[in-house]
């Protein structure tokens, strides 16, 4: 079966592939079976279950996580996002202001005229109530930087597409090659990314992905109480990657700072132990009112913990967080390396090297 369109509507760092969810959908539901990610990232737990007819949802704190994943879960219709992106084009061009660049580092990544129109889409985009917005700013956020000497899609100065390399580091970067931002029509870029998109139609279903702290799940999600069948998640790697930080031009996009900030959610790079393994037990915790009886909870994991000792944290980490419910591992760990992780190429040795992946059940 052909991907989706939708399934890389942006690009994400360490987001695991939809086959991996397809895998265990097909082995432990049935359609019309709930499925629910506590750290959707951007979506493919969430869309892939709706592509195969499970009612879904999905939390994560990341601002670009939920509005990604939520253009996925509820998309607008082609005909909207096409008369959003004119009606913003046109009022674009009638603009009085022109407006100053946040800081220097912007006017290095992507050319001026480009740059003008990036911010008058921050300005007016309103991503959190509206879902036509949220799906253009999803579009812009896929497109916002990447490799953009490979691609006419991409509209900044040649940077990974997965990840904001630092200000700094980026301009020294530039300069050492003397790479130059390219002209790109914004307006142009989305049309022809929203035409790709829909090529294919959307899901049957239609889910629910929301913005917060997944510890306080079960009272976002308070109608799916006893209702999940499934959990496929991955949560943040021990001390490997800050997603906050790593997404701080995205952010930006949204509304955020014009810098990176470190630790803006305190929980994305834990680098002690036993503060991990408490994290992920306060999580298990906030989802264990979700899940129907017999249920299962699939875990990717990875990052700086040697192999015997997940086993053991994970599984006391279930047996702390859901204390009134029995929790066992039901099948062999399977472990993977991980290869070719497009960052390398511009910080060579960033990624990790293998994940696990676990199947518990729940009664």
Same mark, same amino acid.
């Given at each position: 079966?052909?991907?989706?369109?939708?399934?890389?509507?942006?690009?994400?760092?360490?987001?695991?592939?939809?086959?991996?969810?397809?895998?265990?959908?097909?082995?432990?539901?049935?359609?019309?079976?709930?499925?629910?990610?506590?750290?959707?990232?951007?979506?493919?737990?969430?869309?892939?279950?709706?592509?195969?007819?499970?009612?879904?949802?999905?939390?994560?704190?990341?601002?670009?996580?939920?509005?990604?994943?939520?253009?996925?879960?509820?998309?607008?219709?082609?005909?909207?996002?096409?008369?959003?992106?004119?009606?913003?084009?046109?009022?674009?061009?009638?603009?009085?202001?022109?407006?100053?660049?946040?800081?220097?580092?912007?006017?290095?990544?992507?050319?001026?005229?480009?740059?003008? @129109?990036?911010?008058?889409?921050?300005?007016?985009?309103?991503?959190?109530?509206? $879902?036509?917005?949220?799906?253009?700013?999803?579009?812009?956020?896929?497109?916002?930087?990447?490799?953009?000497?490979?691609?006419?899609?991409?509209?900044?100065?040649?940077? /990974?597409?997965?990840?904001?390399?630092?200000?700094?580091?980026?301009?020294?970067?530039?300069?050492?090659?003397?790479?130059?931002?390219?002209?790109?029509?914004?307006?142009?870029?989305?049309?022809?990314?929203?035409?790709?998109?829909?090529?294919?139609?959307?899901?049957?279903?239609?889910?629910?992905?929301?913005?917060?702290?997944?510890?306080?799940?079960?009272?976002?999600?308070?109608?799916?109480?006893? @209702?999940?069948?499934?959990?496929?998640?991955?949560?943040?790697?021990?001390?490997?990657?800050?997603?906050?930080?790593?997404?701080?031009?995205?952010?930006?996009?949204?509304?955020?700072?014009?810098? /990176?900030?470190?630790?803006?959610?305190?929980?994305?790079?834990?680098?002690?132990?036993?503060?991990?393994? @408490?994290?992920?037990?306060?999580?298990?915790?906030?989802?264990?009112?979700?899940?129907?009886? $017999?249920?299962?909870?699939?875990?990717?994991?990875?990052?700086?913990?040697?192999?015997?000792?997940?086993?053991?944290?994970? @599984?006391?980490?279930?047996?702390?967080?859901?204390?009134?419910? $029995?929790?066992?591992?039901?099948?062999?760990?399977?472990?993977?390396?991980?290869?070719?992780?497009?960052?390398?190429?511009?910080?060579?040795?960033?990624?990790?090297?293998?994940?696990?992946?676990?199947?518990?059940?729940?009664?």
């Amino acid at each position: 079966m052909a991907r989706h369109p939708l399934h890389s509507l942006c690009p994400y760092f360490a987001m695991f592939p939809e086959g991996f969810v397809e895998r265990h959908v097909l082995a432990f539901t049935k359609p019309g079976d709930v499925v629910f990610d506590p750290f959707c990232g951007r979506g493919t737990t969430v869309f892939q279950s709706l592509l195969m007819h499970r009612p879904a949802a999905g939390m994560d704190i990341n601002p670009v996580a939920a509005c990604v994943a939520g253009s996925k879960a509820d998309p607008p219709s082609l005909i909207d996002v096409l008369e959003r992106v004119e009606t913003l084009e046109k009022a674009f061009a009638l603009r009085r202001k022109i407006r100053d660049m946040p800081s220097p580092f912007f006017s290095r990544c992507f050319h001026h005229e480009t740059l003008q @129109q990036i911010i008058f889409l921050r300005e007016r985009l309103a991503w959190k109530t509206d $879902k036509v917005d949220r799906f253009v700013a999803a579009l812009t956020l896929g497109a916002l930087h990447g490799e953009s000497h490979k691609s006419k899609l991409y509209l900044s100065n040649r940077m /990974p597409r997965t990840i904001s390399t630092k200000p700094d580091y980026s301009v020294r970067w530039w300069d050492e090659r003397g790479l130059h931002p390219p002209a790109r029509d914004t307006f142009a870029v989305i049309r022809e990314l929203a035409r790709f998109r829909f090529k294919a139609g959307p899901a049957a279903l239609v889910g629910t992905v929301r913005m917060g702290d997944s510890r306080s799940a079960s009272h976002r999600f308070k109608k799916l109480n006893g @209702q999940v069948k499934l959990v496929v998640t991955s949560p943040p790697y021990l001390d490997v990657t800050d997603y906050a930080e790593d997404q701080w031009l995205r952010l930006w996009f949204l509304g955020g700072e014009n810098e /990176p900030i470190r630790r803006r959610f305190k929980d994305d790079r834990l680098t002690n132990k036993a503060t991990y393994w @408490q994290f992920l037990s306060q999580v298990w915790h906030g989802i264990a009112p979700l899940l129907a009886p $017999k249920s299962r909870v699939v875990v990717r994991i990875g990052g700086r913990i040697p192999r015997d000792e997940l086993d053991s944290g994970l @599984q006391a980490s279930f047996t702390q967080g859901m204390e009134d419910k $029995k929790v066992r591992l039901v099948v062999a760990p399977i472990t993977s390396e991980i290869k070719g992780r497009q960052t390398n190429n511009f910080r060579p040795g960033a990624a990790a090297s293998v994940e696990h992946d676990f199947v518990f059940s729940v009664r």
